[in-house]
């Protein structure tokens, strides 16, 4: 070895410069001075966090509804026991006085829930994923817009505070154009046993990661992606149906994303978040939707982002107060249904990709296709 690779080898690193964390509107918004009453659709197991969420931003919920009473009655005493508790949807649409409603039902029932909605003239935070097919989202869209009402989805991982930190530093120009998404996630979603959701046999890479594929969306701006290639992997200790491990990779010009979801890990449960940019990098890691230990490098130096909050409820109030805020302010809210429609995009042609095994066009594969209902 040379004399110059030796000295190079034992060189220690620059130092970086520690600098203050920029201040960026990451945290949810709720209205100045909008408070409709809200109406919730569907009273499953989330909607506890909608709920509390609603609650501490101070939202009044007046209506709930369930084809189960008893778990709307649950709802009803846990948070709101003023709300009045129906088992039919068009009976809470049927109130001149809701305004906004809450659509939080399995993909297979919502769509039609959602139809009648907007036909009521309300607006609607429909829960995630959108559709189960791109033909249907597109219609309830054009449909929302010709009754003069918004409807946005329930993307609330946006608002996860280290998610919402990333799309605020993109906004803000501090990371440039982006080059490359890098997610990587290990955790045991094997509590899913014996649920409705095991017969969901894409319960991975598009249940759960429709939270990721929308962030790609979200990151990477309006820039159209070229292609995705996905593929499936159950672990060889697993006991429920679906396969638990998903690879997704999405192709743009001058840049890429690639998601590892490894959804059978008994230990050392971690998720792993890089964005690069042509002007810095942000790193986020941690727990599983709780990656709160940050690093944000530029050219300027490094920063130490000390962000308050959580996924849960400030995902839910996120979603909730973006479509609110923009009721307010007569805008397009950023989670409407026409936005989201590009994150299913990718999403279902990562489905279609890890069937056919070849990389497919977002936006060519309309329907989710089998495997994506409990139907």
């Known amino acids: 070895m040379s004399a110059k690779k030796d000295k190079a080898r034992k060189t220690p690193p620059t130092a970086v410069e520690m600098r203050p964390a920029p201040k960026l509107p990451y945290q949810p918004r709720k209205p100045r001075r909008y408070r409709p009453r809200i109406g919730l659709i569907g009273c499953g197991g989330i909607t506890k966090t909608h709920l509390t969420a609603y609650k501490a931003m101070g939202y009044q919920v007046v ?11 649950q709802r009803q005493q846990d948070f709101y026991p003023k ?9 809470l649409l049927g109130r001149e006085d809701i305004d906004v409603v809450d659509i ?11 139809e009648d909605a907007l036909n009521a003239r309300k607006h609607v935070l429909s829960q995630k ?18 009754k003069k009402v918004h409807l946005a989805v329930n993307q609330n991982g946006r608002w996860a505070p280290y998610f919402s930190y990333a799309r605020e530093l993109v906004k803000a120009g501090h ?25 969901i046999h894409h319960v991975v890479l598009y249940d759960f990661a429709i939270h990721w594929f929308d962030m790609v969306s979200c990151l990477f701006g309006g820039r159209q992606a070229l292609g995705v290639f996905a593929s499936l992997a159950k ?17 743009f010009r001058e840049g890429q994303a690639t998601m590892a979801f490894h959804a059978h890990t008994l230990f050392g449960r971690i998720e792993q978040l890089l964005i690069t940019g042509t002007k810095g990098s942000y790193q986020a890691t941690g727990p599983i939707c709780a990656a709160n230990d940050i690093r944000l490098i ?36 950023e989670n409407s249904a026409a936005n989201n429609l590009r994150s299913l995009a ?14 497919e066009i977002p936006g060519k594969i309309l329907p989710a296709g089998p495997g994506c209902s409990t139907e």
């Not at 149906?241 to 997704?248: E, G």
Request: net charge negative; hydrophobic share 40%.
């Open 83 to 91: 709300a009045d508790v129906y088992t039919d949807h068009h009976d």
């Open 175 to 199: 990371l440039g154009e982006i080059t490359s998404v890098d997610m990587a996630l290990a955790w045991n979603h094997t509590w899913i046993k014996g649920t409705a959701f095991e017969r």
């Open 63 to 73: 209506a709930l509804c369930d084809v189960r009473q008893e778990a709307a009655l």
């Open 346 to 359: 990718l999403c279902f042609a990562a489905l279609e990709s890890s069937r056919s095994g070849r990389m």
């Open 235 to 251: 672990s060889p200790d697993q006991t429920i149906k679906p396969p638990m491990n998903a690879h997704a990779l999405v192709s």
């Open 298 to 333: 530029t050219a300027k130096g490094e920063s130490r982002p000390a962000l308050k909050g959580s996924w849960f409820p400030d995902g839910m109030a996120g979603a909730m107060g973006e479509l609110l805020c923009a009721i307010e302010e007569e805008r397009e809210p």
């Open 104 to 114: 939080a039902t399995h993909p297979a029932v919502r769509v039609r829930q959602v």
């Open 129 to 146: 994923p959108f559709v189960l097919d791109l033909e249907d989202g597109k219609r309830l869209a054009a449909l929302a817009r010709r």
